[in-house]
């Protein structure tokens, strides 16, 4: 892969090599608004509470000169996933880069984990990157395989879009909300579906696997299903979906962080959502029909997943109506999940985020 676009902004970057550097600018290297929020806007809220600082947002699709020359000249300079021009920016010393990644912990591997291909340009990226946060001093390994970078830049400081936990949040109202807007009983437990994407297209219809009349004759007095379906898993669905059975579909909710805790149990597969939920103390189940095809030709994880996850697998509908009727669920297991993937759960990720950068200043 020639990398010629983001040689160009390499280039571009260039022309501003000389720029002073402003102590108080921060910089946000983001796609839209949209991804600006969780960890990018935790951080911005933080510095906020420090004092006067100038914010700037770089657009990764608009060519903007201006737009460059206050990236070259701001002192610190996130990013929340990956951005290839960085491979051929060259920065000042003074600016300090800072990859915050998006999600907590460690599930599925990702980058040089499992793309050969692309160490050579995260190599790159990563000796342009001053830190790369984490959650848990356990998982640096796994990070810096996936970053192809060494360990002396990764900080297990938290990730500051889970402060969101520790805010003062009414959940009776948030639920009273939830069960207004889909007129269902208040006295209904809540079980959250978010079952992740495959790359092998014939098991992305969970309808194929969950037999919705059956969950909900069996459960359906006590319990009701609100499924969010990957934005991807969408095109798998042929027809009215809603005549599969009695479900809400939140797909369209727009905080995720709002249902995990507004919900009273989670189902999912493989995706990293459950890290986060983990954090809660709630009952999680792993229904996982095609877990066999899915560790031979999907991209694996970093730990043994029969072993590890912190909750009970289950490989059919009726094996998961029973986990669910029967409570099986093991709060040790979730305990010592969460140990393994973060080192503090305080809501002070953000904090001790930015007094780490400040204490370099």
Not at 22 to 43: A, C, H, M, R, T
Not at 87 to 102: C, E, G, P, T, Y
Not at 258 to 272: A, F, H, K, V
Not at 329 to 358: A, C, H
């Amino acid at each position: 892969m020639s990398y010629l676009k983001h040689r160009v902004y390499g280039l571009i970057f260039k022309l501003f090599k000389y720029t002073h550097i402003n102590d108080n600018q921060v910089s946000f290297i983001i796609d839209s608004k949209e991804s600006f929020k969780g960890n990018l806007d935790y951080i911005k809220k933080e510095f906020e509470k420090r004092g006067e600082f100038e914010f700037h947002f770089f657009y990764k699709d608009k060519l903007s000169l201006n737009s460059f020359k206050r990236l070259a000249g701001s002192r610190f300079i996130f990013l929340n996933d990956n951005f290839f021009p960085l491979a051929f920016m060259k920065f000042d010393s003074r600016n300090i880069i800072v990859q915050l990644w998006h999600a907590p912990g460690a599930s599925k591997k990702f980058g040089g984990s499992v793309d050969v291909k692309s160490r050579k340009i995260l190599k790159k990226i990563s000796q342009n990157t001053d830190y790369l946060i984490v959650t848990s001093d356990d998982i640096k390994g796994y990070y810096g395989e996936a970053f192809q970078m060494p360990k002396t830049k990764i900080k297990a400081l938290g990730l500051p879009r889970m402060d969101y936990y520790f805010e003062d949040h009414d959940i009776n109202k948030l639920r009273s909300g939830f069960c207004k807007k889909y007129n269902i009983s208040q006295d209904k437990k809540i079980i959250l579906y978010a079952p992740t994407f495959r790359d092998e297209e014939k098991y992305n219809n969970v309808f194929n696997y969950l037999d919705l009349d059956k969950f909900n004759e069996e459960l359906g007095e006590d319990y009701v299903l609100a499924l969010r379906l990957h934005p991807k898993i969408k095109n798998f669905y042929k027809g009215d979906i809603s005549s599969k059975g009695q479900y809400i579909d939140v797909s369209e909710w727009e905080s995720e962080q709002e249902l995990m805790l507004l919900s009273d149990m989670m189902i999912t597969d493989y995706s990293s959502i459950m890290i986060e939920y983990c954090i809660l103390d709630k009952p999680i189940i792993f229904f996982t029909y095609d877990l066999d095809s899915y560790l031979a030709n999907e991209r694996g994880f970093y730990y043994d997943f029969k072993e590890t996850v912190p909750g009970p697998i289950v490989y059919n509908c009726d094996e998961l109506i029973d986990a669910i009727r029967n409570n099986d669920f093991d709060k040790n297991r979730i305990s010592n999940f969460v140990k393994t993937q973060f080192n503090e759960i305080d809501g002070k990720s953000s904090e001790r985020i930015v007094d780490f950068l400040l204490s370099k200043r």
